[in-house]
């Protein structure tokens, strides 16, 4: 994305959260501005020298017009007010930058540790997550994004990671914490048995991939 953008003066990613995005794209950028609107999560970003944070939602960009070469969101945009939002990015790119909506998809393991992890998440877990995870899952295909848009390159997060490593993260889903309350919790009691019975070793690490999707547009 960087090679996109041409300039590389100044970079926006909003909706920041603990700055994972926001200190690669220094790696690239002169400077990046970060914004979330939680000072809790402003408060706990990683910092970097040539990251500037602020606590400001997406919808209202403290930035003058045509300020910044490539405006990023990573796993925000679908909770954003989406015809704010796009206002605000057409006024704060500059004319020929890039607007990002990122996010990862579901992942995806190897063999019947990957099909069993499939069922977990698609037939037992799916229907306790919040409507707007559908968004996530069809990469933002269903997002008004009004820019003439561009290819998305083609990335992926992996991790090699022991059982209870996977395990760890599922158990932070949102969709976890919502079938527990509902008194579904021998959903993931059945799926954790199961897991244990393929994977028996628990330090054997598994690679584990999620796929970075979401729409690249150029501003006009």
Known sequence: ???????????????CGS??????????FD?????????????????????????????RIG???ASVDLLTAAQAAHWFDLDA???????VVRPGGLVALLCYGVPTLGGAVGARFARFYWDEIHPHWPAAR????????????????AALPETWIV??????????????????RRAEAAGQGA??????????????????ARRVRWPVVGRLGRVG
């Open 1 to 15: 994305m960087a090679a996109a953008c041409g300039r590389r003066e100044h970079a926006l990613d909003v909706g």
């Open 19 to 28: 700055g994972q995005l926001s200190t690669l794209l220094a790696a690239r």
């Open 31 to 59: 400077r990046v501005t970060a914004t979330d609107p939680s000072a809790d999560q402003i408060a706990s970003a990683a910092p970097h020298p040539r990251v500037a944070y602020r606590v400001e939602p997406a919808e």
């Open 63 to 65: 930035l003058a017009a």
């Open 85 to 91: 939002f796009h206002a605000e990015a057409r006024r």
């Open 134 to 149: 559908r968004h996530v899952e069809e990469g933002y295909r269903g997002l008004p994004f009004p820019y003439p848009e």
């Open 159 to 176: 991790r090699d990671w022991p059982r209870d490593a996977l395990l760890g993260y599922v158990r932070t889903w949102s969709a976890v």
């Open 187 to 204: 959903t993931l009691a059945a799926f954790e048995a199961d897991l244990a019975a393929l994977w028996p070793d628990p330090r054997e």
